[in-house]
């Protein structure tokens, strides 16, 4: 079996059965569907006994957090790829998974294009058309990648593990950190619009605070306090770059600043 899509829901009934449709709709069938629920209470069950014929596993039952449902999602899949389809997002089109397979797909990580559905304005966005994975880890971490544009090699998660539990919101980055910026699984792109991406969902819209923060935190772990310590300064210097550019607009201000810098060494405000 070459793929298994994975949906997971929770109190989502008509996204869910957008996704279900969706899914179903498929030209490409060797691919088997899981559907993993949270014990929703809104009559997402119902949607699920509908369908029932035509989901090749199912579970309605309470979990612990979004990788947690995920997670079991993972432990049922039996197909070569994992694919996560969350309630409420759709396949681009019902050729998607025809178009992507048609490639020659052999890598760990295959990825093709997203498009964002921003309050019902689509956007797309194949931003990893032209990607040079070479510097992959500080790429990684100081942006993200957008799990429903990747399929991923089911053996992936027995190699570096499944998704950590503890986090709330960076558990699929933690994977593509660990993966792809730390051990250089190579990452195929395929020119398909793969899904279109409800931005309504978790990750979309906390705050960057708390996401900055469970990056720190997975990135403290898993790289050397040195490597750590640098890629984060690069983040920092590329998000306050404008102050660099301002500085070095107009000589005069560039001349300012030196005087200040000057003055602020002198009574050891700062240092170098």
């Known amino acids: 079996m070459k793929v298994s899509i994975i949906t997971i829901n929770w109190n989502n009934?008509?996204?869910?059965?957008?996704?279900?449709?969706?899914v179903l709709s498929q030209t490409f069938t060797d691919y088997e569907f899981i559907v993993i629920d949270g014990a929703s209470t809104d009559g997402s069950?119902?949607?699920?006994?509908?369908?029932?014929?035509?989901?090749?596993?199912?579970?309605?039952?309470s979990d612990s957090g979004i990788y947690n449902a995920m997670n079991k999602g993972i432990y049922a899949a039996q197909g070569e790829y994992c694919y996560f389809l969350n309630s409420g997002d759709v396949f681009a089109s019902n050729n998607v998974l025809s178009d992507i397979f048609k490639h020659d797909v052999k890598e760990n990580f295959v990825c093709g294009n997203i498009i964002w559905d921003e309050k019902g304005k689509l956007r797309k966005d194949d931003s990893y058309k032209n990607r040079d994975w070479l510097f992959s880890l500080y790429d990684i971490y100081s942006g993200f990648l957008c799990h429903q544009a990747f399929l991923v090699k089911r053996e992936m998660f027995?190699?570096?593990?499944?998704?950590?539990?503890?986090?709330?919101?960076?558990?699929?980055?933690?994977?593509?950190?660990?993966?792809?910026?730390?051990?250089?699984?190579?990452v195929q792109y395929v020119d398909v619009d793969i899904a279109i991406y409800n931005t309504d969902g978790l990750s979309s819209t906390i705050g960057g605070k708390a996401i900055l923060a469970e990056k720190r935190k997975v990135a403290q772990e898993e790289l050397s306090d040195q490597v750590y310590k640098e890629v984060d300064r690069l983040y920092y210097l590329s998000r306050n770059g404008f102050v660099v550019d301002f500085v070095h607009s107009k000589k005069w201000i560039h001349f300012l600043f030196k005087v200040f810098l000057k003055v602020c060494l002198t009574l050891r405000l700062t240092r170098l």
Do not use: C, P
């Open 13 to 22: 009934k008509i996204g869910l059965e957008q996704t279900i449709n969706s």
């Open 158 to 186: 027995d190699e570096y593990g499944y998704y950590d539990e503890t986090l709330r919101i960076m558990s699929d980055w933690k994977h593509f950190l660990i993966a792809i910026g730390i051990h250089g699984e190579k």
């Open 45 to 61: 069950d119902d949607v699920i006994e509908a369908n029932k014929d035509r989901i090749d596993y199912w579970v309605t039952e």
